[in-house]
């Protein structure tokens, strides 16, 4: 079981910067495969990126390529979510999730993540 927590949400004007932070606690992350999803209020749960158990694989949606990096520090069993040039359609609620099953690569599929944090709201101002 992994227990999964998000951190570092908040209000930010359009073209500003967040690092979003995903804890983990009850067992390595260095086993899974990592990713961020968003769902804004009214639309479904959406793909943000990916990263894979060495940081080798990465993946992005075509909305926040060249904009926002996924990166892991397994030794601090986090992972995070650096933010720039952020955009009124960027705000949502922003998700941390884990894959145990295929750990080598970096899925957009939320259905292949097996662990889920409760979430952390960013909002972007125009």
């Known amino acids: 079981q992994v227990q999964l927590v998000e951190s570092g949400g908040g209000l930010v004007q359009a073209g500003g910067s967040l690092r979003l932070s995903c804890a983990a606690s009850?067992?390595?992350?260095?086993?899974?495969?990592m990713g961020w999803f968003r769902q804004a209020p009214g639309k479904e749960r959406e793909f943000v990126a990916a990263i894979s158990w060495s940081g080798g694989n990465t993946n992005y949606s075509e909305s926040v390529k060249g904009r926002f990096t996924i990166s892991r520090v397994n030794a601090k069993n986090t992972v995070l979510l650096q933010m720039n040039s952020l955009k009124p359609e960027d705000t949502a609620v922003y998700y941390c999730?884990?894959?145990?099953?295929?750990?080598?690569?970096?899925?957009?599929?939320?259905?292949?993540?097996?662990?889920w944090g409760q979430g952390t709201q960013v909002t972007v101002s125009s």
């Open positions: 999730a884990a894959d145990g099953k295929l750990p080598k690569l970096a899925l957009s599929g939320s259905y292949e993540y097996d662990y």
């Open positions: 009850g067992r390595t992350l260095s086993s899974y495969a």
